[in-house]
Antibody
Framework: EVQLVETGGGLVQPGRSLKLSCVAS????????MYWIRQAPGKGLEWVSS????????YYPDSVKGRFTISRDNAENTVYLQMNSLRSEDTATYYC???????????WGQGVMVTVSS | DTVLTQSPALAVSPGERVSISCRAS??????MHWYQQKPGQQPKLLIY???NLASGVPARFSGSGSGTDFTLTIDPVEADDTATYFC?????????FGGGTKLELK
């Protein structure tokens, strides 16, 4: 059974940093691209970052480029999201997701809440 | 970015058929996918590449469309289908989601 478990969320002041982790199990982690997707309270879904299988290629939307960094440790079956210079508009539930057929997000973690507020 | 437009809400009675639409601002080939999100839960993949049922999803769910216009159909609707349904495209970069359609049962 595929499982994705995110940790690391919490309340943080604007301008500060936070690092999220997502531990994967139930599939060959090193064979799949992984993603972070976020959802602001009561809002829709926004893709935040992608990472390829060996971690050599990463992608971001303009809204987080230069502030967020995705990375992975295939030995630990873990994907990370380092978030710097956080803003109030980064407040959201952050989900990690696994790459699926047709370039879908076929499995999602339960999500972790990040609140950016003074 | 490719904008996906969905109707915000629908209300149907159990046992009826419902169609949820998603229109893309530019062509996405068949790379349109559908997710179900129940309150307080993570999204769940229902349909991939327009019409393919994801693993474990009941056959009451089906998808159709190509290019810019896509539809998710639930027939018959059950009480457990109360949720928000999101479309998502992966043909154009970056991947984008629709705003979601909240399905309520009468």
């Amino acid at each position: 059974e595929v499982q994705l478990v995110e940790t690391g969320g919490g309340l943080v002041q604007p301008g500060r940093s936070l690092k999220l982790s997502c531990v994967a199990s139930g599939f060959t982690f090193s064979s799949y691209w992984m993603y972070w997707i976020r959802q602001a309270p009561g809002k829709g879904l926004e893709w935040v970052s992608s990472i390829n299988t060996d971690g050599g290629s990463t992608y971001y939307p303009d809204s987080v480029k230069g502030r967020f960094t995705i990375s992975r440790d295939n030995a630990e079956n873990t994907v990370y999201l380092q978030m710097n210079s956080l803003r109030s508009e980064d407040t959201a539930t952050y989900y990690c997701a696994k790459h699926g057929l047709g370039a879908t997000f076929d499995y999602w973690g339960q999500g972790v809440m990040v609140t950016v507020s003074s | 970015d490719t904008v996906l437009t969905q109707s915000p809400a629908l209300a149907v009675s159990p046992g009826e058929r419902v169609s949820i639409s998603c229109r893309a601002s530019e062509g996405v080939n068949s790379y349109m996918h559908w997710y179900q999100q129940k309150p307080g839960q993570q999204p769940k993949l229902l349909i991939y590449k327009a019409s393919n049922l994801a693993s474990g999803v009941p056959a009451r769910f089906s998808g159709s469309g190509s290019g810019t216009d896509f539809t998710l159909t639930i027939d018959p609707v059950e009480a457990d289908d109360t949720a928000t349904y999101f479309c998502q495209q992966s043909w154009n970069d970056p991947p984008t989601f629709g705003g979601g359609t909240k399905l309520e049962l009468k």
